[in-house]
């Protein structure tokens, strides 16, 4: 199993990242997918969760409104657009197939597949 995220950067604030992740080795259509982000010096916190279809979409309270996840089952492939970035969501963003009801579970990186990260940066 292989998750390859791309699309990280650095942003100034207000500014806009889309962040792509590409799945092989699993029947991708078949998974929940989700988000999860560690700011340094942090333990991992959900972003955003994705039903197997893209129908049912979920956010943490801090980015409603901001970040949309997104799907393309035909590519393989799941999506996380942010707009209007702050400085607090710098850090390492991580796509995996593993997730929570509700995130009420603490994301872990030895449950489910996950991929290596790719770094966000929100600085003036």
């Known amino acids: 199993v292989r998750l390859v995220e791309s699309g990280g950067g650095l942003v100034q604030p207000g500014g806009s990242l889309r962040l792509s992740c590409v799945v092989s080795?699993?029947?991708?259509?078949?998974?929940?997918m989700s988000w999860v982000r560690q700011a340094p010096g942090k333990g991992l916190e959900w972003v955003s969760y994705?039903?197997?279809?893209?129908?049912?979409?979920y956010y943490v309270e801090s980015v409603k409104g901001r970040f949309t996840i997104s799907r393309d089952n035909a590519r393989n492939t799941v999506y996380l657009q942010m707009n209007s970035l702050k400085s607090e969501d710098s850090g390492l963003y991580y796509c995996?197939?593993?997730?929570?009801?509700?995130?009420?579970?603490?994301?872990?990186?030895?449950?489910?597949?996950w991929g290596q990260g790719t770094q966000v940066t929100v600085s003036p």
């Open positions: 995996g197939n593993d997730w929570s009801a509700d995130f009420k579970r603490p994301p872990k990186r030895n449950s489910g597949h």
């Open positions: 080795g699993l029947t991708f259509s078949a998974n929940y």
């Open positions: 994705i039903d197997h279809i893209g129908s049912n979409k």
